[in-house]
Structure formats: C-alpha cells, structure tokens
C-alpha cells in the first residue's frame, strides 16, 4: 500500500497547514537513503511531526499519514496517555517550551542549527489530572485553540484577497497569544517568569 511522504527540507511550522509541505507520491518503506526499512505503522496519521533542521521547536499536526524523512522527527503518543496529541502540540509550539529547549540546545549562533530528539526529550511535558474539573478543562481548552488555528491556516491558505489573508493572521496571531497565556498557567510561572519569556521571544 503506498503512501505520501513528507520531506522535512521545508519550514515546517504550526502555521501551514500539513498539506502545504512538499510531498512525493507513490514512496514505500522499500530499502532508500532516508527511508530504509522503516515500518508503516510509525507513520500512521494523529502524529506530531517536528523538523530537524531548525534553531528552535517547528512541530505540526499530520492526520494523513504522511512518511517523512531523515529531516523530520514523529511523534505518536503512547496508547495509555490520555492527553490529546493537539494538546502535546500546542505544549511544544509554545513560547515557554522553546525557551526552555534553548537551554537544552547548543544552537545558539550556529550556521546550521538542529533540533536533536534527546533535547526534545528532556522537555517538561505538563501531565493532565483528568479526576480535577479545572485541570481537564484546561487540557480541552488547549485542544479547541489548537483545532482552532488549524482551521485559520487552512482558511488562510485558500485566502485571496490581501485584505482576508491580514484578518486571518490577525486571528491566527491572537490565538498563539491565548495558547502561551494557557501555557503559563498550566506551568504556574510567575510574572517575574513570563517577562523573561516573552523577551526571549522577541522579535522570533
């Protein structure tokens, strides 16, 4: 059975839609340079996919199942975790956890910066109470944000006057906003703590 595949060469982001990503048609799991032997089920679709070559967390949603390169990690959640995979994605596109991976990474002023997955997982995945009212309806939050900004980037990417596409990053821009705010409860910081944060990401 064939299958796209997904090259990780392009910017990868949770702003493009996963479709947008250049695709070869017709890629197996035969013996190849990036693809060599690997098993189908890895690539099956509600997976993560966050690329390789980049100074800073790039994730994206895949439901198609897509294959992907030696430039790209995937990520499928365990099938004990109760957290939504769009919850894990709105985590690591977050400001906060981009700034804690720059802690982990040694990017800093390199030509050619990578993403590497032992950096990944040293990440502090914040975990759900799903028996406390508050903690779950702050996990379903995240996940109706993320599905949200999903749906923006499709909407944009079919827009075409310039006048809608300005609205929709508009919208997109607001709700990246109300993800990270989501963010810093889930992980209590304090505002001493979200300032150092946010000027981190200045201007990124």
């Given amino acids: 059975m064939r299958s796209p595949a997904i090259q990780g060469g392009k910017y990868v982001t949770k702003k493009a839609k996963i479709s947008d990503i250049k695709l070869k048609k017709g890629m ?22 966050i690329r390789k070559t980049a100074d800073h967390i790039v994730a994206a949603y895949d439901n198609a199942g897509f294959y992907y390169d030696s430039l790209a990690y995937g990520i499928q959640l365990n099938e004990m975790t109760r957290e939504s995979v769009l919850y894990i994605l709105g985590l690591l596109n977050s400001r906060l956890l981009n700034y804690v991976h720059s802690n982990y990474s040694l990017n800093k002023k390199k030509t050619f910066a990578k993403v590497l997955a032992i950096n990944i997982k040293k990440l502090p995945i914040r975990t759900i109470d799903f028996s406390n009212p508050k903690d779950k309806a702050k996990h379903d939050k995240m996940v109706k944000l993320v599905e949200r900004i999903i749906e923006l980037h499709e909407r944009l990417a079919r827009a075409r006057t310039e006048n809608e596409k300005t609205m929709l ?17 889930l992980y209590e910081l304090t505002p001493e703590e979200i300032e150092i944060i946010e000027k981190f990401n200045e201007g990124k």
Avoid: S
């Fill in 28 to 49: 197996t799991t035969q013996k190849k340079i990036d693809f060599a032997l690997r098993k189908p089920e890895i690539y099956k679709p509600n997976k993560i996919l």
């Fill in 169 to 185: 990053q508009r919208q997109i821009d607001a709700i990246d906003g109300q993800i990270d705010k989501l963010v810093y409860e």
